[in-house]
């Protein structure tokens, strides 16, 4: 955020893993440009910065993956393999260039053997996209079941599972879905099949969260959901990831308040969260070492 | 300084260096690199045959007559070429393609030098090997050559083969190793 006024925002952070040397992160933002640098290196996106320190945030508005399209969901699951699994940022960006470039083909209407050319590598990298969502909501699944149930309370029972698009999972597979949906391509000028088409299935008592739970249910899923995330990346990663926790006084109740906290704290990371209240935040629960910087009129103190 | 610093690769201050070792150097040393740069591209040209670089009417490796003509290794550059080369693994002879299909910087199969590679194939070629990158464009562009090959009747019986993926997928043939460029080649498979 650029102060009023000014030209430019800078945040600089020193971030140290265990016994590792440090690393000097550092990102300047002006107006419509971000610049990223990662040890006064220039890096093209925050993915350079996944492989060293692995982070879970929570903000407001993450009813959107309850409520919300596939989008937020399939996000979530993007942003955890981004940061675990370490052929999948390759595999993402080029079934994405893959999608882009056959997609540009249908609309300019170009010959059949152009946009059947990129089928193949379509096919290849939407497979490694489907089978690492897979395997991370298979992972996830069970951890979301286990904290519904203790935020909850009660009887009620949640699931997710994945639903992709394409259940293929072999790329000649894909590239039969694929041919079969040529036409239906053409006429949409879009590629129907494939991982771009994925969604996270969530279920409160066997039924859609979306439709059947109420507010206080879709609250407790989508906390459960986080708390899920935290719990699988920290297994992936063999290391505590930093929580970033945007002020989450507002979205939640009391109770699922004191959930969130203890799962923090029980876990002994490094938490950054901020709050317009600091009532909200009980630093007493969450141990002992906590800063509170406070924001006033465009200038910190402690 | 400028003007160097437009050179690949070349930063602020490499600029500067360069420019302060030019600034000392003898004046010999300096009037023949100025001589050579400014006629390099007068003098070196695509050749007519294949696409390499050259300064006669075909290049060296079109020429050499103990070069096996009934293998054409397709490639995307000058320099992937040259990297294919260092290999010392492949006897035969190149096609250069200058570019890759690739849409989304508008380049089609238009832009691309088939026809001349389709005529090429023509007579006693027994084998075609696509050595485009390993990259969604460099994949496409091989797919899209094999079926041209394929489907024009000249060229149906021509093998078309694709050099093995020991190359990291999204990786720079360029910058591979040697060894593992070279395995690539020998595992070369038929494109189906
Ligand atoms: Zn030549």
């Given amino acids: 955020m650029i102060r009023s006024g000014g030209d430019r925002a800078t945040i600089d952070a020193r971030i140290r893993v265990a016994e590792e040397p440090a690393h000097e992160v550092s990102i300047q933002l002006r107006p419509g440009v971000r610049s990223l640098r990662l040890d006064e290196k220039r890096v093209p996106g925050p993915e350079a910065y996944f492989g060293i320190v692995q982070m879970v945030l929570f903000h407001p508005g993450e009813l959107e993956l309850v409520q919300g399209g596939p989008s937020a969901r399939r996000t979530l699951l993007d942003r955890v393999l981004y940061q675990t699994e370490p052929g999948y940022p390759t595999a993402f960006r080029d079934h994405q260039r893959a999608l882009k470039s056959r997609n540009r083909l249908l609309q300019d209407e170009a010959s059949a053997a152009s946009i059947r050319s990129f089928d193949r590598p379509l096919a290849e990298t939407a497979v490694r996209v489907v089978a690492a969502r897979g395997r991370l909501l298979h992972q996830m699944a069970p951890f979301v079941a286990a904290a519904f149930a203790e935020i909850a309370g009660g009887s009620s029972t949640a699931a997710i599972a994945y639903r992709p698009q394409c259940e293929a999972s072999s790329a000649d597979e894909v590239l039969e879905a694929l041919a079969r949906s040529f036409e239906r391509d053409r006429a949409r000028g879009a590629t129907c099949v494939g991982p771009q088409g994925d969604d996270v299935e969530i279920r409160i008592d066997d039924h859609p969260a979306r439709s059947y739970g109420s507010q206080g249910q879709q609250r407790a899923l989508v906390l459960a959901v986080k708390c899920a995330e935290l719990a699988v990346v920290q297994a992936r990663a063999g290391q505590l990831p930093v929580l970033l926790i945007d002020d989450v006084s507002s979205e939640l109740d009391e109770t699922r308040r004191r959930h969130l906290y203890r799962t923090i704290g029980g876990g002994g990371g490094q938490v950054v969260m901020t709050t317009t209240d600091a009532r909200f935040v009980p630093l007493e629960t969450l141990g002992t070492g906590g800063t509170v910087t406070r924001v006033s009129q465009g200038k910190l103190s402690r | ?192």
């Fill in chain 2, 1 to 192: 300084m400028r003007l160097l610093g437009r050179l690949p690769g070349v930063g602020e201050r490499t600029a500067q260096r360069l420019a302060f070792f030019l600034l000392r150097a003898p004046r010999d040393y300096v009037t023949a690199l100025g001589g050579s740069i400014s006629e390099l591209q007068e003098r070196v040209h695509p050749c007519a045959r294949c696409g390499n670089y050259t300064e006669e009417e075909a290049c060296a490796i079109c020429t050499d007559e103990r070069r096996d003509a009934g293998v054409v290794c397709v490639v995307g550059t000058v320099q992937d070429l040259m990297a294919i080369e260092r290999t010392g693994r492949f006897p035969g002879r190149y096609h250069v393609l200058g570019a890759l299909l690739a849409p989304l910087d508008g380049v089609g199969p238009e832009d691309l030098p088939i026809p001349a590679l389709l005529e090429r194939i023509g007579d006693g070629v027994r084998e075609v090997v696509v050595a485009t990158p390993p990259t969604v464009e460099g994949e496409a562009t091989a797919l899209y050559l094999a079926q041209a090959l394929k489907g024009s009747n000249r060229t149906a019986c021509v093998r078309v083969t694709r050099i093995a993926s020991g190359v990291q997928y999204g990786g720079d043939l360029e910058y591979a190793d040697q060894v593992t460029l070279g395995r690539a080649l020998d595992g070369r498979r038929e494109i189906e």
